[in-house]
């Protein structure tokens, strides 16, 4: 099974970027916190070899999983030494409690609920552009479970702040989904398991143990949806995958949808077989030698 699948999203995300040598010796992580909505909000950044302050670079936000931060968002995505690679600044927000309100409601009362973090990660994306050279138009969101329903919502909401999405392991909240309007063709990636059962593929109540964590778009409605605000052509270009690791149970096959506007393509990546795991079944690079282990967060 394709474990490289998010590089593959950066490589498309960051195609036109060129890394800018000779101003930075070696990439360096910084934390820094700041206040929104009347909370302490906290966060680090991860800035790669060669930043060079007089080149604007292209900016990714990594939402972490429920229950999550922004150092696990690091170990498991694999995204700061890709950064390395290819030339890019990684922001990793907190979110308040470890979860993001990314726009489910609850049967009981929930936290999250009356948390700006939409406000809150556009607010960080200008105070990061007052310290760092951050090109505003290269700004890409992605992010796991919680975070790709996160992810999901900024580009319903703020479609004129964020270049691309690529949400991994998660779908859209089904009341947003009725008043989602974005104010542009979005390009959409996401990566999904069709055996997920905390989120699952055809969709229904999101559970967490004995928690009931609100409704979702099935993962197939939810690419319908950014099909159509994207005016691309209806069927998909299929391709299915070699399968690299015959002993996991899982294949990977590639749904492409071109000829949209602005060239706003939206491409499903179906891991058949995979489920709730981020660093694995989602397709998170992950260093060698931890690969085989199990790690799932809530949504």
Partial sequence: MARALL??????????CAVSRGRGESAADFTGEMEHGGLTRTYFVHVPPGYDPTHPMPLMVALHGGRGNGGQAARYSGLSHQADQSGFLVAYPDGFGGHW????????????????DSGFLIALIDHLAESYAIDRSRVYITGASNGAFMANRLACEHADRVAAIAPVIGSMAAELAEKCHPSRPM????????EDRLVPYEGAEVKFGFQRLGHMLPVPELVNFWVRHNRCAPQPETTRLPDLDREDGTRV???????????????????EGGGHRPHLAAGYAVPPGIHHRSHQQGP
């Fill in 7 to 16: 590089i593959l999203v950066l490589a498309i995300a960051m195609a036109s």
């Fill in 101 to 116: 309100n990314d726009g489910r409601t609850f049967e009981q009362s929930s936290k999250r609920e009356v948390v700006d």
């Fill in 187 to 194: 390009p959409v990636l996401m990566i999904n398991g069709t």
């Fill in 253 to 271: 096959s590639a749904e492409r949808y071109t000829n949209c506007r602005e060239g706003a393509a939206v491409t499903l990546y179906v891991i």
